[in-house]
């Protein structure tokens, strides 16, 4: 069985940049929609599960520490190593969108304490994601799953993706397609990490599906 001790600085940067959007989000007065960070790293359950445990903690640290410091003035509550990381991390991903730290400091209370961690798995079922329960004042969610997330469970509102699988089959890179779909009012606050190997795979298959077109195109004019 595969031992869980440590989750890679990565996910915990694509974690903090899924807080940041959310508060971004309520910042641009998006209402109260459903916002959604997918995490697929392993297709085993008892990984899934181990990640959950220790992202769920770390979370729990990390909303503590809004509470405690987020209304501080910026330079106080930069002190805090919890603070600092999110700055950093808008710093890299947000800073060009024209929202001052301060104010994004500030709303974090709002926009990071309502997120929970869901494991969707063969164990819990992908009924545990339920976003009808919430459509009063929209679910905040980080799904942790392999396979149930992988193909036909809608993400609603996803606007970060950490995926380090790694796939060659076409339809389970195809599904996966849905992270580039229409997000309107927040395209620019969706992230993608992928490994080095997945995005050579999609290059492969968006190249492979343009010749296709392509070829369609040409048969069409030739009838």
């Known amino acids: 069985t595969l031992v869980i001790d440590d989750l890679p600085r990565t996910l915990l940067d694509a974690a903090r940049a899924f807080l940041l959007s959310n508060t971004i989000r309520d910042l641009r007065e998006e209402g109260p929609t459903h916002r959604s960070m997918l995490v697929n790293v392993s297709a085993w359950t008892n990984v899934q599960e181990q990640v959950r445990t220790i992202l769920h903690s770390w979370l729990s640290q990390v909303q503590q520490d809004i509470r405690n410091y987020s209304q501080l003035p910026p330079t106080e509550a930069l002190k805090n190593e919890t603070i600092a990381a999110l700055h950093a991390t808008w710093q890299a991903e947000y800073d060009g969108l ?25 164990r819990t079922g992908a009924a545990s ?21 992988s193909r036909g469970l809608t993400l609603e509102g996803l606007s970060t993706s950490y995926f380090f699988r790694n796939s060659q089959m076409y339809d389970t890179l195809l599904q996966m397609g849905r992270w580039f779909g229409y997000r309107d009012g927040y395209a620019d606050l969706c992230r993608l990490w992928l490994t080095d190997d997945a995005v050579h795979w999609y290059a492969y298959i968006s190249m492979a599906t343009e010749e296709l077109r392509s070829e369609f195109k040409r048969i069409d004019r030739k009838s």
Not at 98 to 121: D, E, F, K, R, Y
Not at 141 to 146: Q, R, S
């Open 129 to 149: 994601l339920d976003y009808a329960k919430h459509r009063e004042n929209g679910l905040r969610v980080i799904a942790i799953g392999g396979n149930s997330l």
């Open 98 to 122: 024209g929202i001052p730290w301060g104010s994004v400091q500030t709303a974090l209370v709002a926009g990071a304490l309502p997120v929970v961690i869901q494991a969707v798995n063969q």
